[in-house]
């Protein structure tokens, strides 16, 4: 099993910064993908950035040039600077994992952490 634990949330005002964390538990070996999500009330989840172990990285448009995912394999973490945040970024941020290879062998289940409230004022 995988646990997700993320932290970092809160409230900023529009332009300023956040660092997301999520740190990954268990009997694991390796994760090949880990990225995050958001959710905001009444809108359906959707990505916002991903990295594999090999570092290749994928952002939503809306990120792209304000946000930096980057992972530390060693510790089975993620991060996700956050810069120049508008309004339109408040949600709930959740912590994806793929691709896990644990000690009882690989498996196919996507794990989501509990999810941390990102909340932009104007």
């Known amino acids: 099993q995988v646990q997700l634990v993320e932290s970092g949330g809160g409230l900023v005002q529009a332009g300023g910064s956040l660092r997301l964390s999520c740190a990954a538990s268990?009997?694991?070996?390796?994760?090949?993908?880990m990225g995050w999500y958001r959710q905001a009330p009444e809108k359906q989840r959707e990505l916002v950035a991903s990295?594999?172990?090999?570092?290749?990285?994928n952002y939503a448009d809306s990120v792209k040039g304000r946000f930096t995912i980057s992972r530390d394999n060693a510790k089975n973490t993620v991060y996700l600077q956050m810069n120049s945040l508008k309004p339109e970024d408040t949600a709930v941020y959740y912590c994806?994992?793929?691709?896990?290879?644990?000690?009882?062998?690989?498996?196919?289940?996507?794990?989501w952490g509990q999810g941390t409230q990102v909340t932009v004022s104007s």
């Open positions: 994806n994992a793929q691709g896990a290879v644990l000690v009882s062998g690989p498996t196919n289940r996507n794990y």
């Open positions: 268990g009997s694991i070996f390796s994760i090949n993908r």
């Open positions: 990295i594999t172990s090999g570092s290749p990285t």
